[in-house]
C-alpha cells in the first residue's frame, strides 16, 4: 500500500456518507466515475479513502469524512496494529491534556521528531503513570512515520476532548474485537463502587480494560494490574485521561507476580478469571497472602479473594465478582468458614444472569471487609438474592437491582442488621452456616416469599384470560380457498435493495446519553414487546431509529421472526444483530414484506450455521414479484395473522401467570385443594 493512504471498506464508506451499505453498492454500479477498488476481494473490496471522498463531495453526498473516522482508519490500518497506534494516540491525548502540550502539538511539522515533543510526551507519561509505567516511550523516527496519525490526534481531542476522543476510539477497538476481552458492564461497575464505599485510594488486581476502576470517581488515586502488557498500557493510559489523581497500573500476572507489594487500597474492585486451574497453586503454596487458608488448585477465585483482603487495609472493603460455585463448592469450604469466623467475608449477593461475562450463569458479589485483629467477632452474614428478573424483561433493571441491593447493605453496614425481605434479603446467623458444608448461597437461606396471588389477583388473572382467550377465539383464521402452489417469478432482498426499493440497515452499538431512545432488542421481537434495550453511553456512531412501516428481523436464532414497526414502537433505536428493512411504500407493501419473509422455506434457503447458532443472510430471503394492489391483499391478511398471534401470546402469558400463581397458592396454604 503507497504511503499515507488509508484504505476502507463499502461499509465504512456507507457510514461516512450516512446511508446503508445498498446505496454503495448502487453507487459503484450506476456511476463510472466511481473510485475503483485498490484491494481486497471481489465480495469485499477496499478503496482509497482520499478517492472516495473527492468523489463524495464532487457528487454533493458529503462535506467532509468525519474527523473521527479518519482517525480511526489510520489506527485500525496501521502497519504496527491498532494497540501500537492506541499507545502513541494514547500518549499524544495524555499531552493534549496538559496545557504546556498543545503548543508544541500544534506546531508540529513534518518531523514531529524536532523540538521539544518527544521528551514532553516522554515527561507527561512519567507525570501521569509513574517512572515504571507500562507505555513505551515513542522515539524520534515512530513520531515521524506516524506524523498524520500525531496531527490528527491533536485535531480529535481539540474537537472532542482529549478523554472523549480517547473513549470513541477504544470503543472502536473493542467494537473491532469484542471476544478478545471480558468487559465489566457499567452499572455493574458503578454497583460494587457503591458497596465499597468512598474511597482515597483504589485497586483491581485484574483491572482488564478499567472499567471497575473508572467507576470508583475521578477523586479517587488509582492502581491496577493485568497480565496483557498491551491491554495494561491502554488501560493505563485510558484512565490518566479520567482522572487527576495518580494512576498506576502495572503488567504482569497479580498472583505470581504481584506489581504492588506492600500497597494497602482504601478498596479493591475486582472481577477476576474465572475458573483458572493454572494459576500458582504449587509455586504460591508458602504465600503470606493466604491468610485464611491455601486454596485448593480448584478454587482460583478464593486466591483472587485472599489476594484482594491482603491488598486492603484494616476496615478497608474489598467486592469481587464471583461465579456461584464459589459459595458452595466443598473444596473451598474451610477457606470461607475461616473468612465468616474473622469476619472478613460481610455480604453475598445474587445477581440475575447477563449481569455480567460469562451471560449464561447468575453470578455473586461477594463484598468483604479487612478485620482488624481486636475486632469484635461478627455474628450475621448479609445475604441478598436479586437473581428473578420481573416479568421475563429482557433489559437488565439495574435501578431496581441497585436500590434493594444497597439498601439492604447500608443498613447492615451501619446497624450490624437489616429488615428482612421475604426471598430478597436477610442476616443470616453465622451459627447457621458453619456447618459442614458452608454454604453462603444467598437462596438457600432465604425466607419463601410473601405468599401467592391472594384471591382478588386470580380472579383478575381469570377475568382477563377469559377474555384474551374469546379475543383470540375471534382472531381464527380461516384457510381461504385452495388451489396449486403457485410459481411466482421471484426476487431476494440483496436486489430490492440495489434498485432502491428498500433500504437495509443494521443495528449496531450505537450510543447516546442517558434518557435516550430505548432499543428494540432481539427479544422484543421474538415476544412481541416493548423496546427494552438501552443505549450505551460514549460517542460511538449514531443509533439506527426506527419509524412507522419499518420492517425488522433478528439475524440470529432458528427461523425467520418479522416485526413490522407501528406508531407506538416508532422512534426507538434499532438493536444490535436485528436488521432493518425500510420499503419504499409506492413500491412494496410493508406488510406483504414481512409475512413472505416468514416462511419455513425462505428460512432454511437464507440460513448458514456456525458452531453454535443460525444466522440469517438477510440479502439472500425471497419474495414474489407482485403488483402493489395484490401486495397489499396478501398484506392484509398477513396483518390479521398478526394481531391472532399477538392475542394467542397475550392469552399464553395470562395462562402461564394464572397457573404459577395457583401452584404458588397451593404449595404455601394460602389456596385450598378443594
Not at 438501552?534 to 419499518?550: I, K, N, Q, W, Y
Amino acid at each position: 500500500m503507497p504511503e499515507n493512504r488509508t484504505d476502507v471498506t463499502a461499509a465504512q464508506i456507507a457510514r461516512f456518507a450516512g446511508v446503508g451499505r445498498a446505496a454503495v453498492s448502487n453507487w459503484r454500479r450506476r456511476h463510472a466515475d466511481f473510485p475503483k477498488p485498490v484491494g481486497g476481494t471481489d465480495s469485499s473490496p477496499v478503496f482509497d479513502l482520499a478517492e472516495v471522498e473527492q468523489w463524495l463531495r464532487g457528487q454533493g453526498k458529503l462535506g467532509q469524512v468525519p474527523l473521527r473516522e479518519r482517525v480511526w482508519q489510520q489506527v485500525e490500518q496501521d502497519p504496527d496494529g491498532a494497540s501500537a497506534a492506541l499507545r502513541l494516540l494514547g500518549t499524544v491525548l495524555l499531552l493534549h491534556a496538559r496545557p504546556e502540550g498543545r503548543p508544541q502539538l500544534r506546531a508540529a511539522d513534518d518531523r514531529p521528531s524536532d523540538g521539544d515533543l518527544p521528551a514532553l510526551l516522554a515527561g507527561a507519561l512519567r507525570t501521569r503513570l509513574g517512572e515504571d509505567h507500562p507505555v513505551p516511550l515513542p522515539t524520534g523516527p515512530e513520531l515521524d512515520a506516524h506524523r498524520d496519525l500525531v496531527r490528527g490526534g491533536a485535531e480529535l481531542a481539540e474537537e472532542l476532548g482529549a478523554r472523549e476522543a480517547y473513549e470513541f476510539l477504544m470503543g472502536r477497538h473493542l467494537e473491532a474485537g469484542p471476544r478478545q476481552y471480558t468487559l465489566t458492564p457499567a452499572p455493574l461497575s458503578e454497583l460494587m463502587a457503591d458497596l465499597a464505599g468512598p474511597a482515597e485510594l483504589v485497586l483491581d488486581p485484574a483491572c482488564g480494560f478499567g472499567g471497575l476502576l473508572a467507576a470508583a470517581g475521578p477523586t479517587a488515586a488509582l492502581a491496577g494490574q493485568d497480565a496483557d502488557p498491551d491491554l495494561a498500557a491502554l488501560t493505563a493510559l485510558r484512565l490518566a485521561l479520567h482522572t487527576d489523581r495518580p494512576v498506576r497500573i502495572r503488567p504482569g500476572d497479580s498472583l505470581r507476580a504481584d506489581a504492588h507489594p506492600g500497597l494497602r487500597a482504601d478498596a479493591v474492585l475486582c472481577h477476576p478469571p474465572f475458573n483458572e486451574r493454572a494459576w500458582g497453586h504449587e509455586d504460591l503454596a508458602y504465600d503470606p497472602r493466604w491468610e485464611y487458608g491455601l486454596p485448593p488448585r480448584t478454587e482460583s477465585e478464593l486466591a483472587w479473594v485472599q489476594h484482594s483482603l491482603a491488598h486492603v487495609r484494616e476496615y478497608g472493603a474489598a467486592v469481587l465478582l464471583m461465579p456461584p460455585a464459589a459459595a458452595s463448592r466443598r473444596s473451598g469450604r474451610r477457606i470461607r468458614a475461616d473468612l465468616l469466623r474473622r469476619g472478613a467475608l460481610r455480604a453475598v449477593v445474587a445477581l440475575p444472569a447477563g449481569a455480567a461475562p460469562p451471560y449464561g450463569i447468575p453470578l455473586h458479589l461477594w463484598v468483604l471487609r479487612r478485620p482488624a485483629p481486636d475486632a469484635p467477632q461478627p455474628h450475621r452474614l448479609l445475604v441478598v438474592d436479586v437473581a428473578d428478573r420481573p416479568d421475563g424483561r429482557d433489559a437488565m433493571p439495574w435501578q431496581e437491582l441497585r436500590g434493594a441491593v444497597l439498601d439492604a447493605w447500608h443498613a447492615f453496614d451501619r446497624d450490624g442488621s437489616a429488615p428482612e425481605r421475604p426471598g430478597v434479603s436477610r442476616t443470616v446467623p453465622l451459627v447457621d452456616l458453619l456447618d459442614d458444608d458452608v454454604d453462603v448461597t444467598p437462596a438457600r437461606h432465604l425466607p419463601v416469599r410473601a405468599a401467592g396471588p391472594g384471591e382478588a389477583e386470580l380472579d383478575d388473572l381469570r377475568e382477563r384470560l377469559t377474555g384474551a382467550l374469546r379475543h383470540a377465539a375471534d382472531q381464527v383464521p380461516t384457510a381461504g380457498p385452495q388451489g396449486a402452489p403457485a410459481h411466482w417469478a421471484m426476487t431476494n432482498l440483496g436486489e430490492l435493495g440495489r434498485t432502491g426499493a428498500l433500504l437495509m440497515r443494521t443495528g449496531g452499538a450505537g450510543a447516546g446519553p442517558a434518557g435516550g431512545p430505548p432499543v428494540l432488542t432481539e427479544h422484543d421481537i421474538a415476544t412481541g414487546g416493548a423496546p427494552s434495550g438501552v443505549l450505551p453511553e460514549g460517542a460511538a456512531e449514531e443509533p439506527v431509529l426506527l419509524r412507522a412501516g419499518d420492517v425488522v428481523i433478528p439475524v440470529l436464532g432458528r427461523g425467520t421472526t418479522t416485526r413490522v414497526i407501528d406508531t407506538a414502537t416508532a422512534g426507538a433505536a434499532l438493536g444490535r444483530n436485528v436488521h432493518l428493512l425500510r420499503p419504499d411504500a409506492s413500491v412494496l407493501d410493508p406488510w406483504f414484506l414481512a409475512g413472505f419473509l416468514r416462511s419455513s422455506a425462505n428460512s432454511r434457503q437464507a440460513s448458514s450455521f456456525t458452531s453454535s447458532a443460525t444466522r440469517l443472510d438477510v440479502r439472500r430471503l425471497q419474495v414474489p414479484r407482485l403488483p402493489l394492489a395484490d401486495q397489499q391483499r396478501y398484506g392484509e391478511r398477513f396483518r390479521a395473522l398478526s394481531a391472532f398471534e399477538e392475542a394467542s401470546r397475550l392469552a399464553a402469558g395470562l395462562g402461564e401467570r394464572l397457573v404459577q400463581g395457583l401452584y404458588d397458592g397451593l404449595t404455601d396454604g394460602s389456596v385450598g385443594p378443594s
